[in-house]
């Protein structure tokens, strides 16, 4: 630490810090534009200009390392002298336009410059012109000309988002912000250079002259769509969201949201919202129905159930994204009324999953601890898309030192160094963990698990094995495409084998927003009951109730999984959108999503975030929760008392965490041989993962939303006599679908890419396997 002084008050700062830290930590502002705490140091804006006593000349004090004993003014005249004729420079080519600029009453630029601008300006030659940029559906900059030239955009582009998609072009006054030759910006971090700009440069296109910011209601909420729980503020006009941008938790998601978070609010208000409880008459067709009527139809064929086959006849079936207290209040009504059929996981076989583990899976660690690693493993992953925050934060311990290994199928960029690779189909990924753990072993000097013996690690195996060996901060994670997968528990306790080895932590990259909640709050079968695939896999039960669920897309059945619940006596959906259930639901229910109710989520890290609505009801929409509640008064049960959303959650939280995270995998490690033939990855689009974001416009306009394809690398191509561009029909047990053959080559041999949630591809569900491919 060095002791300095400023504006006369005693700092303590660290060595190699800059006055404007140093500063900003006592609480005095020095005015900036191209300082970013996150970012790099540019120094190009020169607002920060401040008088450093014995230096000849105004020093900016973002890029000022302080020193023992330095002495600084940052409202001495010269330092105020300073910074008003850098703002006069500033001002000299941006218009005059704050009266109709979107980012006006929360412009850097027009706050400062009522306090170091000129009443008048003395430029009377003509301004400059910049034409619009085309920057994708999501972000406008058709007024280019407001731009000052700070650069905080490119440095969140390079450094946030790891790579450079928009950059500067040309010197001094013809200096222009550009994208490259003219592309879209298609990062899935791309909003927050909307929030770092200063100016009204950059604009969000969604919510462009949609309301003017000081007519914005600000409320605090959580987003559900991935285990991060990034913290944001909703921004609403008249009881509506129109904005959603990030609030700062550091330990969370610091500053900063993904795309999805973002802009998925386009989803709320489309055509498809359902607003009145439906009922499906005798004749087929779809009735309104008051909510009395519509709850005591569901009563009845409850009943009727109840009584026909008992409660085992009763399935219930929910999403990731369902708050804590959803969760809790279905999985109470369904062991009320007889059942253990119940689960939330609507991807992978969660009875062989629930076999082996040993308490609410989880990541194994604080989510800032990522950040602190230098060796890390990551199986089965397409991390960029599936994590955008985690993989960001991985991305900074990387420029630290940090070693980044992945095991997967698709060899995806993380835009993160990768020290290590393993590309393999599905099938393949357990044997290549086999040799990683063996290769691990006999560098360690420890015996080779017994299930291991005489696996011959490969030489990518043995690279990745080194690169582990050789650090101190290590962490094994599963991602979203491992536990997804058929081989998820001998995966995992692969995984785990690798980390003990190496002496590292263990976890998992779990999916959606509340996927530990779902765990702690019961939502899935404990005592013989049946997990989703087999609920939706085999003889339909004869009563399904669905949470928040489009089992057609979300489920690994895809239209099989409707076929099922056709087949039942009594389907209930509980639905914000009537397309997600109209073709297979008895009765449609109304109901919340996560900003019109209160509610809880558990992220990755096991992080109890609650949250209240943000927004007005749609028609006659109620939270989910206090249906559920209803449902069980009206049927007579016990335990549906619970008067707010905070008395369900203590009731699922009593006791706290301690002993319900865990990661224990009891499966001993082993080898498996890969199975012969073509086999599917099936990816999930980062713009295609919950109900909500699949009706978003912008993100369904964005190049990660493109229609589905059957993409394989070179060598699989010309092994199944194809072409790419070629019209193929691709097969699995499920069924077959017409696609597209594309040129992959980073796709594995042997595997076919595939992606879900498509009415495309819902015949062929969401798992991996063997698939057929023949030219149509």
Not at 682 to 701: F, N
């Amino acid at each position: 630490m060095v002791e300095l002084t400023i504006d006369g008050l005693k700092v303590e700062a660290a060595e190699g810090s800059m006055v404007i830290q140093a500063a900003h930590a006592v609480g005095l502002y020095i005015p900036h534009f191209c300082y970013h705490k996150k970012l790099s140091i540019a120094a190009n804006c020169r607002m920060c200009l401040v008088e450093v006593e014995k230096a000849p000349k105004a020093l900016p004090a973002c890029a000022t390392p302080v020193t023992n004993g330095m002495v600084v003014h940052t409202r001495s005249p010269k330092a105020i002298d300073a910074q008003r004729a850098v703002m006069e420079f500033l001002l000299i080519n941006h218009p005059l336009d704050c009266p109709v600029c979107d980012q006006g009453g929360e412009c850097q630029l027009q706050d400062l410059a009522v306090g170091y601008g000129e009443s008048a300006s003395r430029y009377k030659e003509p301004k400059r012109v910049v034409f619009h940029k085309p920057m994708g559906p999501l972000i406008s900059a058709e007024q280019m000309q407001r731009c000052i030239h700070c650069t905080r955009c490119i440095r969140v582009g390079q450094e946030i988002g790891g790579y450079m998609e928009i950059g500067m072009l040309n010197r001094g006054e013809f200096s222009e912000i550009t994208t490259f030759v003219g592309e879209a910006v298609e990062s899935e971090l791309s909003g927050n250079m909307i929030d770092v700009c200063p100016v009204g440069a950059l604009l969000s296109k969604p919510f462009m002259m949609g309301a003017r910011t000081w007519e914005l209601a600000r409320r605090r909420s959580v987003s559900p769509h991935d285990s991060v729980g990034a913290n944001l503020v909703v921004q609403t006009k008249m009881d509506r969201v129109l904005r959603v941008v990030p609030f700062e938790n550091e330990p969370v998601n610091e500053c900063w949201i993904s795309d999805r978070d973002r802009f998925s609010y386009a989803g709320l208000y489309v055509e498809d919202r359902l607003q009145h409880p439906m009922v499906r008459g005798c004749d087929g067709q779809w009735h309104e129905a008051s909510w009395s009527d519509a709850l005591q139809s569901v009563v009845t064929g409850l009943k009727q159930v109840r009584e026909d086959g008992g409660g085992a006849q009763i399935g219930a079936l929910a999403t990731e994204t369902a708050t804590l207290e959803e969760l809790a209040l279905l999985a109470r009504l369904t062991r009320a009324l007889g059942s253990d059929n119940i689960d939330f996981r609507l991807r992978g076989d969660g009875a062989a999953f629930d076999a082996v583990r040993t308490g609410a899976p989880w990541l194994g660690m604080p989510i800032a601890d990522l950040n602190t690693l230098d060796r890390a493993l990551v199986v089965g992953s397409f991390l960029r898309k599936d994590h955008p925050l985690l993989a960001q934060r991985l991305r900074q311990a990387a420029k630290r030192g940090m070693q980044l290994s992945l095991v997967d199928s698709v060899a995806a960029d993380p835009l993160v160094p990768v020290a290590g690779r393993l590309t393999v189909k599905p099938s393949a990924l357990v044997q290549s963990l086999a040799e990683i753990a063996a290769a691990l072993a006999g560098l360690k000097s420890q015996p080779v698990p017994a299930g291991l013996a005489g696996v011959q690690p490969g030489e990518s195996a043995r690279a990745i094995a080194a690169s582990l060996a050789s650090g101190e901060r290590v962490a094994v994670l599963m991602g979203n495409l491992a536990l997804a997968d058929d081989q998820a528990a001998q995966l995992a306790a692969n995984a785990q084998a690798i980390a003990q080895l190496a002496g590292g932590r263990f976890g998992f990259l779990t999916p959606g927003g509340n996927t530990v909640g779902g765990y702690l709050a019961g939502a899935v079968p404990a005592d013989g009951g049946l997990d989703a695939r087999r609920m939706l896999g085999g003889e339909p039960l004869k009563a399904y109730l669905v949470l928040h669920a489009e089992p057609r897309l979300d489920s690994d059945l895809g239209e099989r999984a409707v076929r099922t619940l056709q087949g039942s006596a009594m389907a209930v959906a509980f639905t914000a959108f009537r397309s997600a259930a109209e073709d297979w639901a008895d009765v449609m229910l109304p109901i919340a999503p996560f900003t019109e109710t209160s509610g809880t989520f558990v992220n990755a890290e096991g992080r109890v975030q609650s949250f209240k609505g943000v927004a007005a009801p749609v028609g006659d929409t109620r939270p989910a929760w206090k249906v559920l509640r209803v449902l069980g008064n009206l049927m007579d049960l016990q335990g549906f008392d619970d008067e707010t959303s905070e008395s369900v959650r203590d009731t699922v939280m009593v006791g706290g965490l301690d002993g319900r995270l865990s990661n224990e995998i009891r499966l001993a490690p082993a080898a498996a041989a890969p199975a012969a033939g073509l086999e599917r990855v099936a990816e999930l689009p980062i713009y295609r993962t919950d109900a909500l974001v699949r009706r978003s416009q912008p993100l369904q306009e964005h190049v990660n939303s493109a229609p589905p394809r059957a993409a394989m690398n070179a060598a699989t191509l010309r092994a199944q006599g194809l072409a790419a561009g070629d019209a193929v029909r691709v097969s699995t047990a499920h069924g077959s679908a017409e696609l597209e053959a594309a040129l992959d080559d980073t796709v594995a041999d042997g595997a076919v890419r595939i992606a879900g949630a498509f009415e495309q591809t819902a015949a062929l569900g969401m798992g991996s396997g063997a698939i057929q491919v023949e030219r149509r």
